[in-house]
């Protein structure tokens, strides 16, 4: 009888390892789930959303490196990102993709422009962006380092955002917001 005991509980305990080994490799190297804390993301986000974040399609990091397994595609002005900011490491921020490296942005009127060009992509164009911060100033154009990207809220007058603290390291970007999946209500891609 002891051994039949010893013997099920050796197969639960089995059980457990493998399926903490696949949720680990699952959210290390293919999506995460988050919950929004914050209104800076507001309308398209808003605080207890609870969203999917694909980390395949730019390529997961490597934990405890600084490497990057190669991803489908690099990140497209517009989209929705998690990251982790240059001025806080221990947390991770979801925000629009405003500048790609090398390009030069500027907040006017409340429009973004991208190399001297007013940007009219829906998910973009959709928000009104208020002159703030060091990098958002008013007249200031301001050039992405190559490697690094300029991200805003969309709910500008609530956002701590790259106006204030800058640029994101390629390799702090964690993955694409794909989907809201709770509250069931506003379940739906994220635009």
């Given at each position: 009888?002891?051994?039949?005991?010893?013997?099920?509980?050796?197969e639960?305990?089995?059980?457990?390892?493998?399926?903490a080994?696949?949720?680990?490799?699952?959210?290390?190297?293919?999506?995460?789930?988050?919950?929004?804390?914050?209104?800076?993301?507001?309308?398209?986000?808003?605080?207890?959303?609870?969203?999917?974040?694909?980390?395949?399609?730019?390529?997961?990091?490597?934990?405890?490196?600084?490497?990057?397994?190669?991803?489908?595609?690099?990140?497209?002005?517009?989209?929705?990102?998690?990251f982790?900011?240059?001025h806080?490491?221990?947390?991770?921020?979801?925000?629009?993709l405003?500048?790609?490296?090398?390009?030069?942005?500027?907040?006017?009127?409340?429009?973004?422009?991208?190399?001297?060009?007013?940007?009219?992509?829906?998910?973009?164009?959709?928000?009104?962006?208020?002159n703030?911060?060091?990098?958002?100033?008013?007249?200031?154009?301001?050039?992405?380092?190559?490697?690094?990207?300029?991200?805003?809220?969309?709910?500008?007058?609530?956002?701590?955002?790259s106006?204030?603290?800058?640029?994101?390291?390629?390799?702090?970007?964690?993955?694409?917001?794909?989907?809201?999946?709770?509250?069931?209500?506003?379940?739906?891609?994220i635009?």
């Amino acid at each position: 009888m002891k051994i039949k005991r010893n013997h099920a509980f050796r197969e639960w305990i089995e059980a457990f390892v493998v399926a903490a080994v696949i949720v680990t490799i699952l959210r290390t190297f293919l999506f995460q789930i988050y919950k929004i804390p914050t209104t800076s993301m507001v309308p398209t986000l808003i605080p207890k959303d609870k969203i999917f974040v694909t980390k395949l399609l730019y390529g997961p990091k490597i934990p405890f490196t600084k490497f990057r397994i190669p991803g489908f595609r690099e990140p497209k002005r517009g989209e929705v990102v998690v990251f982790v900011p240059p001025h806080d490491r221990k947390k991770v921020y979801i925000k629009r993709l405003i500048g790609l490296p090398g390009e030069s942005v500027r907040i006017k009127d409340g429009n973004i422009y991208v190399n001297g060009r007013i940007v009219v992509s829906p998910g973009i164009a959709k928000n009104r962006y208020n002159n703030q911060g060091f990098y958002g100033e008013k007249e200031k154009v301001v050039v992405v380092p190559e490697n690094k990207y300029f991200f805003l809220g969309d709910n500008s007058k609530h956002s701590l955002d790259s106006r204030f603290w800058g640029f994101v390291d390629e390799v702090d970007i964690v993955g694409k917001a794909i989907f809201i999946w709770w509250p069931f209500q506003r379940a739906g891609a994220i635009e």
